[in-house]
């Protein structure tokens, strides 16, 4: 399993052709208290960069991208429920949902651990 | 865009951990570590301290002031005894609002709070219109706000005399070596104090303050989500020139005597909408899912007509739901009616909701 991280903060775990998709511990310290999520619906098809998700805060509502193109085949429901889960484990419990990749390539320009952590430097 | 202003505890809330954002051309705490959902509750259980030096504090000195500020806005200022405050309008020629603020009478006039945004324009404004008035913007002092159940006691073991004070009253005293103007209101719906202090001093009262167990800080993110549930307006979104005080449901902030006689601006309407009511009317609104509608959010009614937008909107902690504010055509405004509102190309089930969503816990 390989991780990768984005510029719009999200994380992929990748197995095999499908990736798990959240948002990174900084993103939901950004975001503050999460207090809604709107999950897309297992069978869904993105393209790569289309709006897939919203997270929401007592203050604002954000937009979460698809980080690559593909089909949506499970979403993490039990954040409807409990959406602060998003700022206790953004990087583990609190996954968005799984992506069928359409286009492992796509996975080329996102980033490792080590150059999302410089990328956090280059942006505080 | 120039820099933004700083307050005088701009260092203290760095220090605090805040983070800080362009409010209004200042640098202002939306929220500190704990976050705005544990500071709004702190708030409502116990007590908050709120800078809020951002906002204006004008002095208007002269025995005539009162009768000369009427010429502005619909409020009976005349009526106020020294040391009581009231909620009112700037308003348009035509019966919008330019900004509103609390007049508060006191021994040799009136001192006034005008939002931040508005301190500017309101100052021209009573500049031109009351020409040769002495009208004195007091930039050397500093409003901190200590809003909740615990503010009373707090405050009172610098200065006891404000366990005395009612709501909408305002006193000048000393305490711990420092001239005040305590004012026992607020922002929040909770009990609490606004508490005007010499800039050089801001600090070492706010620290007196945190000093205390049941004070923590609190910055904008729950002003904003305590004044939503408390259904109190915001001005430039729930408010603003294009709104009527009577659209916005402030009917009660024009008192009987200014209703017989009118002479402020925007009588014309404002006096017409008291006697056939508004258009529409801004009116509090739950939606019935877990999914907040922010501003600008459509409002549609049962049969999907669009008859008004969202003014306010978010999640309310003490609720724990989605909150709003908006508004909708006069039929509409029952308590009760079922609405609609357009979230992401979604119809989201809402209803009227009598304000506040909160019940204000005031002193009386």
């Not at chain 1, 207090?35 to 203050?59: M, Q």
């Not at chain 2, 007509?305 to 509409?332: E, L, N, R, W």
């Not at chain 2, 009227?352 to 009386?364: I, M």
């Amino acid at each position: 399993m390989a991780r990768y991280y984005t510029k719009e903060h999200e994380w992929l775990d990748v197995t095999g052709d499908v990736a798990t998709v959240g948002i990174t511990d900084h993103a939901q310290e950004q975001l503050g208290d999460v207090v809604f999520v709107e999950l897309p619906k297992a069978g869904t098809t993105v393209a790569k960069g289309a709006e897939v998700a919203v997270v929401e805060s007592v203050k604002a509502a954000s937009d979460i991208y698809a980080p690559a193109s593909g089909k949506v085949v499970e979403a993490n429901t039990a954040l409807e429920d409990t959406p602060a889960g998003v700022n206790e484990d953004a990087e583990g419990a609190a996954w968005f949902f799984k992506l069928e990749l359409s286009d492992k390539s796509e996975l080329d320009g996102l980033m490792d651990a080590d150059a999302y952590a410089a990328f956090l430097e280059t942006i505080a | 865009m120039p820099d933004p202003q700083t307050t005088p505890l701009d260092a203290l809330h760095r220090e605090l951990g805040a983070r800080m954002v362009d409010f209004a051309g200042w640098s202002m705490p939306v929220q500190y570590p704990t976050g705005i959902l544990k500071e709004h509750v702190w708030t409502r259980t116990r007590a908050s301290l709120f800078d809020v030096s951002h906002m204006g504090q004008i002095r208007m000195p002269g025995a005539d002031a009162a009768a000369a500020i009427e010429s502005l806005v619909p409020a009976d200022i005349q009526a106020l005894k020294p040391g009581r405050a009231r909620y009112t309008q700037f308003t348009t020629l035509d019966g919008g609002i330019i900004d509103d603020l609390i007049v508060t009478a006191t021994d040799d006039g009136l001192y006034l709070v005008v939002n931040a945004g508005g301190r500017d324009t309101d100052l021209a404004h009573l500049r031109e219109h009351l020409p040769g008035r002495e009208i004195e913007l007091l930039a050397d002092r500093a409003l901190l706000a200590l809003q909740g159940p615990a503010a009373v006691n707090v405050l009172a073991r610098l200065a006891p005399e404000v366990a005395g004070l009612r709501f909408m009253s305002s006193i000048e005293l000393e305490a711990a070596g420092l001239e005040l103007r305590i004012s026992r209101l607020g922002y929040t719906g909770e009990d609490g104090f606004e508490v005007s202090v010499a800039a050089g001093h801001a600090v070492e009262l706010a620290r007196t303050l945190l000093a205390a167990e049941e004070v923590q800080p609190a910055g904008l993110g729950a002003r904003d989500s305590l004044r939503l549930e408390a259904g109190l307006c915001l001005y430039g979104h729930d408010i603003d020139r294009t709104t009527s005080p009577i659209e916005a449901d402030l009917a009660w902030t024009v008192q009987k005597r200014r209703r017989a006689e009118g002479g402020f601006p925007g009588a014309e309407r404002i006096l017409a909408e008291l006697r056939d009511g508004p258009a529409r009317r801004l009116v509090g609104i739950r939606p019935e899912g877990r999914a907040p509608a922010r501003e600008g959010a459509a409002i549609l009614d049962g049969s999907g007509q669009a008859i008004g937008k969202v003014t306010s909107g978010g999640f309310g902690p003490t609720v724990d739901g989605p909150v709003a504010m908006g508004y909708v055509a006069g039929a509409a405004a029952e308590p009760g009616t079922p609405l609609q509102l357009e979230v992401r190309g979604r119809k989201l089930p809402a209803r009227v909701e009598a304000l506040p969503f909160v019940p204000h816990r005031y002193h009386r």
